[in-house]
């Protein structure tokens, strides 16, 4: 997006659908480091009315935000510079209108409670169906309805470790100790992507 164009926000025409001709692209901006699901979820939205510019860092994404602030943005959690939570914080600040959904492998419940309390309309899991996306960036209700899944017990065993991680300030040794699990097991299970 250059500088000169106009954002458009959450208040304007609906999101163009593939193959309307001449309907306004809208502006979000893609805060992700993973390039393939990156450049998946970018062919996806701009087939569902977006204009996606693509940031891979914190600091990239930021830039962007505070240079031109685009009606919507989607986030990874965990960036490499960084947590990408204050993206969230910068866009509403320079856009009050926008609209921000975390997309993420690293999901947990403190964080997306975290996130809906700094602004974001919605928090997803990867990989999440793009109708799923599009609906939650346009505040409409997913195209097959809300489907409620009952966690699973990995899910759970996985939900608890990262909120003690988070609970310890993101400090392994101390999760370790807490949780009375070796430390090189602690950090190989935070480095995986949450189960389903």
């Known amino acids: 997006m250059t500088s000169t164009e106009t954002p458009e926000g959450p208040g304007s025409e609906p999101a163009a659908e593939p193959g309307d001709a001449g309907a306004e692209l809208l502006p979000l901006l893609l805060a992700d480091d993973d390039e393939l699901h990156a450049a998946r979820t970018t062919r996806a939205l701009e087939a569902r009315g977006f204009q996606v510019t693509w940031a891979r860092s914190l600091a990239e994404a930021r830039t962007r935000v505070l240079e031109a602030a685009p009606g919507y943005l989607v986030l990874e959690m965990r960036l490499p510079d960084g947590a990408g939570l204050g993206l969230i914080e910068a866009l509403m600040e320079c856009r009050p209108d926008g609209r921000a959904v975390v997309l993420t492998a690293f999901g947990s419940i403190a964080n997306a409670v975290a996130a809906v309390k700094l602004g974001a309309a919605d928090y997803l899991t ?24 009952p966690m699973t017990a990995d899910r759970a065993r996985w939900e608890h470790i990262h909120r003690v991680f988070e609970f310890c300030g993101n400090n392994v040794s101390e999760t370790s100790r807490r949780l009375g699990m070796h430390r090189r097991t602690l950090q190989r299970i935070l480095a995986k992507h949450a189960p389903r």
Request: no cysteine.
């Open 126 to 149: 990867k990989p999440a169906d793009p109708d799923d996306l599009a609906a939650a960036l346009l505040g409409r209700p997913p195209a097959g309805g809300l489907h409620l899944r």
